[in-house]
Every structure is written in structure tokens, then in C-alpha cells.
């Protein structure tokens, strides 16, 4: 199989389609080496002293609330109602 990529990319013509075949094969070769890199460690100290941030739990969703159903109401009056007041406005007293 490796002979036969190797005369076909002696049979390319052009200089275009030999780079193009090139970074082909350096993609496909560069993904495959990636697979053989090693993964750092966690934690690097062996020191049961080193201080370490505690693990917590955020959930993604929490702050979420449902919309619907809704009032129908007039677009005007939902973009106001939600606007922020510029200062002086709304302090009527």
C-alpha cells in the first residue's frame, strides 16, 4: 500500500496537487501521532501537604426559569419593562 501512495504521488502532475497530497499526509499523519502523546498527571506533587481548591458543583442550569406560557402583551411594553432605567428616571417621589 505505501508503494502505491508513493507512485501516485510521482504520477501527480501539477506542483499544486503535490502540496495539496503533502498537507493531506501531514494532516493524517499529525492526527495519528496525537493519539500516541502521554497525559500529565493530575497532581504533581507527591506532598499530602499542598493546598488544593475543593472540588464543587455548579449545575449549567440552575439559574434557569421557564418563559412560556406568557401573557401576550404588546412588544412596546415587555422591551420597556425590561430595559434598564437610566439614572433619574423612575425616581419620582
Known sequence: MYLGVL????T???LGERRRLSIFGMTI??????????VAPLVA???????????????????YFSLRPS??????ERN?????KR???GDER
Open 12 to 14: 501527480i502532475g501539477t
Open 71 to 76: 401573557t401576550p402583551a404588546l412588544w412596546r
Open 29 to 38: 499523519l499529525g492526527a495519528a501521532l496525537g493519539g500516541c502523546q502521554t
Open 7 to 10: 507512485a501516485k504521488f510521482a
Open 87 to 89: 439614572k433619574g428616571e
Open 45 to 63: 506533587s507527591a506532598d499530602p501537604g499542598v493546598q488544593v481548591r475543593r472540588v464543587a458543583y455548579r449545575s449549567t442550569v440552575a439559574p
Open 80 to 84: 420597556e419593562a425590561v430595559t434598564p
